[in-house]
């Protein structure tokens, strides 16, 4: 289903990676020097909530075209459980709270 969009899942998630590491790291400084304007913060805050999600999607993607059908849409069903629960505030505090 995937195999001809594997070079455009891969050049997305190396720009992905790039763009994470890059807000990550300006959150870390901001955390200790306060530079970032609250706007600014506002997107970094938002792109560090779900950055790491977005990324591990465009991987799994890429990783998924070189697989057979079954792999997937499995894959593709847990992705879409993982987004429709993230619309269920409790289940996502319960699981923030479970993993910290």
Known sequence: MFKKAEKFFDIIGEILAVVLV???AL???NANF???????????SV???????VLIAVVGLEAMSKRNFVFQIIFLALLALI???M???ETYQNF???VS
Request: no cysteine.
């Open 22 to 24: 890059i807000v990550y």
């Open 27 to 29: 959150l870390i400084i």
């Open 34 to 44: 306060s530079f970032l304007p609250d706007v600014l913060l506002d997107i970094f």
């Open 87 to 89: 619309f269920f505030p």
């Open 83 to 85: 987004v429709v629960f």
């Open 96 to 98: 923030i709270h479970l």
């Open 47 to 53: 792109i560090h909530t779900y950055g790491g999600l």
